[in-house]
């Protein structure tokens, strides 16, 4: 893009497209992806004007360079913290390996993320398998007379949420107050 040509269109563009990126940081504390995407849609819906979108690119792309560099854009920060309060909601190690991914964050980033997470948790899907039952009142905590009936939904949910089959049955198997005392502990 050259600036020289059109220097008070281009001053305008670089000025809103910086107010809506610090306006979204301040607001979701977003990853660079995601940043770019919001950014680039903005630039689609409110300044459709004759440019390159390979010149809006390279702007955001600049700006984005600028907010990492003063430390506004923090992809392994967001990595960390991301995977920290899935593990907390029930996910499963693949889920949030998936959901980072989908986020845009490098594998690199995530691959750290996750060896934290077990260093610091004996057995994360474990703990995160029992979260989710007893968030979604499925498997121990369902009431005796209905586990059975539920056991094959029950497993379709915890498959759906990431969990291994070995695991799946290891939980759906636990007796009401083994279950109870589990969840103390966690």
Do not use: H, W
């Amino acid at each position: 893009m050259n600036p020289t040509l059109n220097k008070k269109d281009f001053d305008e563009l670089t000025t809103n497209l910086k107010d809506l990126a610090y306006g979204y940081i301040e607001k979701y504390n977003p990853s660079r992806q995601q940043l770019k995407i919001y950014l680039l849609k903005k630039y689609l819906k409110k300044f459709s004007s004759t440019k390159l979108k390979k010149d809006i690119t390279q702007l955001i792309d600049e700006i984005l360079n600028n907010l990492e560099k003063n430390k506004f854009l923090n992809d392994e920060l967001y990595s960390d913290s991301r995977a920290r309060v899935l593990l907390r909601r029930g996910y499963s190690l693949n889920k949030i390996n998936q959901s980072l991914r989908f986020k845009g964050i490098k594998s690199e980033f995530i691959k750290k993320s996750l060896s934290k997470i077990k260093e610091k948790t004996i057995e994360p899907d474990f703990v995160s398998s029992l979260r989710l039952c007893k968030k979604r009142r499925i498997g121990p905590s369902r009431p005796q007379s209905n586990r059975d009936l539920f056991y094959k939904k029950d497993m379709g949910i915890l498959a759906r949420a990431g969990f291994s089959y070995d695991l799946s049955k290891r939980v759906l198997d636990l007796e009401k107050k083994e279950f109870e005392n589990l969840l103390k502990i966690i």
